[in-house]
């Protein structure tokens, strides 16, 4: 009887656990099942790989970017859930995964390079004093 209540406890503790690691990996499960329905309904069948977190100018996590098959992206806020953005053929490039992004609207991404921002667009580099938040944070739904 033992044997049984241990191999349920641990079975028990393997599930627990797994469920913990399937929490992180899937944070962002929303926002990529609303950037899937959106993109499947102007008839892409897409695949998206892992989300990149996007920071407002405020240093609050507020959106989340998934790059489309290596050829576009598509970004999602995570409060309203709308998608400020989306290219089908122009990719960004999120080489640095230790680096924070940040997003301010309409093709102004940035990477964070301690003392400056730079327009991943047109590495173009901006002060943090310069640039003026364009988006709101909202309620997260």
Known sequence: MKKIT????????????????????????????????????????????????????????????????????????QYDLSIPELSIKSSRNFKDSKASYYYNGGLNLYKDNGTYLLNISNNEKISRKENQRIYTPRKRV
């Open 6 to 77: 241990s191999i349920i406890l641990v079975i028990t503790m393997l599930v627990s656990l797994g469920s913990i690691v399937n929490a992180k990996t899937e944070k962002y499960l929303l926002e990529k099942e609303v950037a899937i329905a959106f993109l499947n309904s102007f008839g892409y069948s897409v695949k998206l790989t892992d989300p990149i977190p996007l920071l407002n100018l405020k240093e609050e996590e507020e959106f989340v970017c998934f790059e489309i098959d290596k050829q576009g992206y598509i970004i999602v806020n």
